[in-house]
Each structure stands twice: as structure tokens, then as C-alpha cells.
């Protein structure tokens, strides 16, 4: 087990790039340098990871470690994945409970406000063009983003993932896919991650415990990677934090190595100021668990479960209805927030050109906008 946590703790520390990066990075070392899994096994789990709510490469790393040495492998997998990031994200969060009033930490919020704003339109276009390439679902994608300008808020959210799911279950379905295999699920965990899921919005929970609620209720629903995070947390925790304390969290886990779940570290500090250390852990924690809990409960039934047509159709709405979420948004909050002039539309378009045509590394950019946001 501590063999396993060595070598994603060390893969922590350098994984840059967002989920795909990771992904490269865990195929290289796991399957191709140490040989811990078969390509065909890696591409499979890979598979469950994508279709479901969560962090991809946090779920494929727990799944790894799952797989070499149980479940104390898969939790030492992600502390070690995560833990660096982890660190970093909750150093930014102490940093700016003593200096958020500061001349120039005002203005390096200014820049990563609007580098989030480039970041969230590159991953709209990126995400359109991988999940609506058909008619119906570039209209689910439009449809859920018009819902949610006009009703913002969880709720909305939560009603557009449903319908969407139920159109892509009724009008993208595979003919002829289906299979007569049993599903053989792991109905503990399955149970566990419903039952936090149905019954902590109906308690009356306070201070830690709510932190823990509705970072859990986000994570069961972020499907499309980490940049969707961003809209549902904003959702979820907009009368308790500041749109501008949102962006810049979003727009620093960019710059961190490994997960960009890791925002809720940030988000949690802030949130429990008088223990920002716990904050974190609990939000940390939260976010992370509902996906850690759909891979155990599905991973030795997934063939089955993703071979039946109405799910494979569900997943398809899905990922549109995600495309939708994130393009409204881009609208609110990030582009509300950070364009504040003619300025800074140019320079967000100039950025989103150096990142999308001329592939512009991140950590290129982020010191960049840090800088013009003294300018600004």
C-alpha cells in the first residue's frame, strides 16, 4: 500500500495539464513503465471512469490502486494523487484570508478572473465539439443552457441533467445494443452513495456537516470533467461565498498539479475561516466520495450496464445537457465578472487564440493574466 501511494504521490507533483494530461501520465507509468494492468483493462476502466459523475482521472487513479491492492490501495491512490494538490490549493486559501484586501492581491484576482474566463470558453468549444456533433444533441446542449440563463441555481441544474437524460434514454438510444448479461452490482456501495445523496439535503445540517452535504451533493453531479465543477459549486454555495472568491480558486486550479476537484479544498478553507484546515479536508472529502463510490459499486458490471441501449442514450443527453451547463456558465458568472471594458474582452480573446491555435501552455498564460491584471 505505501509502494502505491510512492508512486501517485510522486505523479502528484508533476501532473499538469487537466484530466486527459492525467490520463497520459497514469497510462505511461501504470500500464507501459510498471506494468500493473493490461492496456485492455486500462481502457475499460477508463471507460466506467468517463461515463461516470466525478473527477475521470481521480476515479481512474482509485480504480488502479483498487485493483493492485484493494480497497487500501485505492485510498492510498488518491491521498497520494491529491495530496499535493491538496496542499497547494489550502496554502492559497490561508494566503487569502490575510491578504484578499491587498492592492495587489485585488489585481492578481483581476487576472485570474478573466484567465477563467478563457479557460471556461476553450473547454465549452472543446466539449461541444466532442458531445454535440448530432442535431439533437447541439439542441439539448442549447436548450439547457437557455433553461439555466433564465432559472440559475441548483434546482435548474439538477432538472436539466434529469431531462436530459431521459431524452437521450427516449431519442439517442442504440438499436440492437442491448445485452441479456447480469449487471452484478456492488449494492453497498451503490445504497451508501444514494442514501447521502437523497437523505443530507433534507436534514438540517450545519457548519461542518453542511460543507460536507453540498460538496457531496456537487460531486454527484459533475459529469464532464473538472471544469463543470465550477457552475455547480456556484450554484450550490453562491449565499455563503463571492463570485470573485469562486473564479479565483477556479482560474489558480488550473496552474496546480493533479486534480482540479481540488478547488474544494480552497472553497472549504474559506467557508470555515475559524478552521480553514478542516474546511478543506471536509470539503475535500465530499467532493471526491460520490465517484469513489459509483467505481466500486459498478466496476465489475460495467461491460454489461454500458452495452444496454437506454444507458448508453442517457449518457449521450447527458454529456450534452453538461455542454449546455457550462456554456451558461460562461455567461454567469465568469463573464459578468471578469469583463469589466473593451480591455479586457480583447485580452481574454487574445488568450483564448494563444490557447486554442497556437497551444499556448497554461503555465505560459496564468502569469500572463496575473500580470495584466495589474494593468487593468
Same mark, same amino acid.
Given at each position: ?85 491538496? =496542499? !497547494?490549493? /489550502?496554502?492559497? #486559501? +490561508?494566503? $487569502? *484570508? ?5 492592492? @495587489? %492581491? &485585488? ?39 437557455? =433553461? !439555466?440563463? /433564465?432559472?440559475? #441555481? +441548483?434546482? $435548474? *441544474? ?5 431531462? @436530459? %437524460? &431521459? ?49 457531496? *451533493? ?159
Amino acid at each position: 500500500m505505501l509502494h502505491v501511494f510512492w508512486q501517485f504521490f510522486k505523479l502528484g507533483w508533476i501532473s499538469f495539464g487537466g484530466p486527459a494530461a492525467h490520463i497520459g501520465y497514469f497510462q505511461r507509468h501504470f500500464v507501459q513503465k510498471l506494468g500493473w494492468l493490461p492496456q485492455e483493462r486500462f481502457a475499460s476502466t477508463l471507460a466506467l471512469c468517463q461515463f461516470l459523475p466525478g473527477p475521470a482521472s481521480s476515479q481512474l487513479g482509485f480504480a488502479i490502486g483498487y485493483q493492485r491492492a484493494g480497497l487500501g490501495g485505492a485510498l492510498a491512490a488518491f491521498v497520494g494523487f491529491t495530496l499535493p494538490s491538496f =496542499l !497547494l490549493m /489550502l496554502g492559497l #486559501g +490561508l494566503a $487569502g *484570508q490575510h491578504y484578499a484586501s491587498h492592492p @495587489a %492581491a &485585488l489585481a492578481l484576482v483581476t487576472g485570474l478572473k478573466l484567465f477563467a474566463l478563457v479557460v471556461v470558453a476553450d473547454a465549452v468549444l472543446t466539449m461541444a465539439g466532442q458531445f454535440c456533433r448530432q442535431r439533437l444533441t447541439l439542441t439539448i446542449a442549447v436548450l439547457s443552457a437557455a =433553461l !439555466l440563463w /433564465l432559472l440559475p #441555481g +441548483l434546482i $435548474g *441544474q439538477f432538472v436539466v441533467l434529469l431531462a @436530459a %437524460a &431521459l431524452a437521450g434514454a427516449l431519442l439517442l438510444k442504440k438499436e440492437g445494443a442491448g445485452t441479456s448479461q447480469s449487471l452484478g452490482l456492488n449494492w453497498p456501495f451503490l445504497l451508501l452513495f444514494l442514501g447521502l445523496l437523497l437523505v443530507m439535503p433534507l436534514l438540517a445540517l450545519s457548519g461542518t456537516a453542511a460543507i460536507f452535504a453540498d460538496f457531496y *451533493q456537487a460531486g454527484s453531479l459533475v459529469f464532464g470533467g473538472g471544469h463543470v465543477v465550477l457552475p455547480l459549486l456556484q450554484g450550490t454555495l453562491a449565499g455563503d461565498l463571492s463570485q470573485e472568491v469562486f473564479l479565483t480558486g477556479y482560474a489558480a486550479a488550473q496552474a496546480m498539479p493533479g486534480p482540479m476537484f481540488t478547488l474544494a479544498s480552497f472553497l472549504g478553507a474559506e467557508l470555515l475561516p475559524a478552521m480553514p484546515v478542516l474546511g478543506a479536508l471536509v470539503a475535500t472529502f465530499g467532493i471526491f466520495l460520490p465517484g469513489f463510490l459509483l467505481v466500486l459499486a459498478l466496476q465489475h458490471s460495467w461491460q454489461a450496464l454500458a452495452s444496454r441501449p437506454v444507458m448508453a442514450g442517457a449518457v449521450q443527453g447527458i454529456n450534452a445537457a453538461v455542454v449546455g451547463l457550462l456554456l451558461a456558465a460562461l455567461y454567469q458568472p465568469v463573464f459578468v465578472s471578469s469583463v469589466t471594458g473593451a480591455p479586457a474582452l480583447a485580452a481574454a480573446a487574445l488568450g483564448l487564440l494563444a490557447l486554442r491555435t497556437f497551444k499556448c501552455p497554461l503555465l505560459v498564460l496564468i502569469p500572463a493574466f496575473m500580470l495584466l491584471g495589474f494593468w487593468l
